[in-house]
């Protein structure tokens, strides 16, 4: 995936390039100056907190931005939680885990080097 630097970029959502794809979820990615644009549709519940182990706290380090279009996400911290609803955005500071209900649809930014090396992580889990 190539970056497109700050020379400006747009796409539909569903021209973005699909990069995970099994009966749990749809990811579409993009990278754009530096930073992830992920269009993330959830099939089935989802929780994150299996492929965070190993992690500091067992918990995301990468912050993220977005607006969830449909469904409801749990946001995890050590000492709280937020529930983020269809038509809210939503900031995650590092240090969470989440939960998100089948049919949720959010688009979401992340920093694009902080990301790679999640995901890297949590490849070499599921391998």
Known sequence: MADHGSS???AALFELEVTHSSEELIWREARWG???VGYETYL???TDEELLKGLPGDRCPCPHWGYLVAGRMTVKYPDHEDVVRAGEVYYMAPGHTIAVDAG???VEFSPWD????????AEQ???
């Open 34 to 36: 530096g930073m992830r």
């Open 104 to 106: 949720t649809v959010l």
């Open 125 to 127: 889990k599921m391998a």
């Open 114 to 121: 902080e990301f790679r090396k999640l995901m890297e992580f």
């Open 44 to 46: 089935k519940n989802f």
């Open 8 to 10: 400006g970029r747009h």
